[in-house]
């Protein structure tokens, strides 16, 4: 199975300042014309919320400081200035193999 | 507005069986892949199991394959997931999600507790 590894465990930022969260694949997650990399928000008590699909495409409904890069192994979700709600756990999850599998989670937590 | 609620969970000793349950409104359930993810207390997301909207193929992870069922009723819009020889490791809030473009999840339930202890 595709392992994702994601870094840093825990982003200790203030509002307002950017956010880069990075997601390692084992094994590449792309084909030639998809990249099969989803990104997911999760807050305390509640369900995770579709982020990122294809490694850069926004999910309906979220704002434009989301932004998603890569391919390959190797991708990037960044927020460019953090709002009080966008503190919360973020998971990178492939689907370009099953198992569907999601990384650790990386915690952007106020500093 | 799309709604998926998870019922079922609960205390079972180890060995024993459950039987997860997912209403869905709000969609044309038929035409989508559901899948069933779980997560650990304070840990991270495991996709368990999916099952196609169209042939119904199913799909499993290692860690539950020929322990683990699903299975859906359209004429229901209900998902389900049968769990027998339960282990400890099964220990999870198991969420409902609905599956926009296979493996993409768009909507979740809020997850309903499976508890394995004796």
């Known amino acids: 199975e595709i392992v994702l590894t994601q870094s840093p465990a825990t982003l200790s930022l203030s509002p307002g300042e950017r956010a880069t969260l990075s997601c390692r694949a084992s094994?590449?997650?792309?084909?030639?014309?998809?990249?099969?990399l989803v990104w997911y928000q999760q807050k305390p008590g509640q369900a995770p919320r579709l982020l990122m699909y294809?490694?850069?495409n926004r999910a309906t409904g979220i704002p434009a400081r989301f932004s998603g890069s890569g391919s390959g192994t190797d991708f990037t979700l960044t927020i460019s200035s953090l709002e009080p709600e966008d503190f919360a756990v973020y998971y990178c999850q492939q689907r370009s193999n099953w198992p569907w599998t999601f990384g650790q989670g990386t915690k952007v937590e106020i500093k | 507005e799309v709604q998926l609620v998870e019922s079922g969970g609960g205390l079972v000793q180890p060995g024993g069986s459950l039987r997860l349950s997912c209403a869905a409104s709000?969609?044309?359930?038929?035409?989508?892949?559901m899948s069933w993810v779980r997560q650990a207390p304070g840990k991270g997301l495991e996709c368990v199991s999916t099952i196609s909207g169209s042939d119904r193929t199913t799909y499993y992870a290692d860690s539950v394959k020929g322990r683990f069922t699903i299975s859906r009723d359209d004429s229901k819009n209900t998902l389900y997931l049968q769990m027998n020889s339960l282990r400890a490791e099964d220990t999870a809030l198991y969420y409902c999600?609905?599956?926009?473009?296979?493996?993409?999840?768009?909507?979740w339930g809020q997850g309903t507790l499976v508890t394995i202890s004796s």
């Open positions: 094994q590449s997650v792309s084909s030639y014309l998809i990249t099969y």
């Open positions: 294809d490694a850069s």
């Open positions: 999600a609905k599956d926009l473009d296979w493996g993409r999840y768009d909507y």
């Open positions: 709000g969609f044309t359930f038929r035409n989508y892949a």
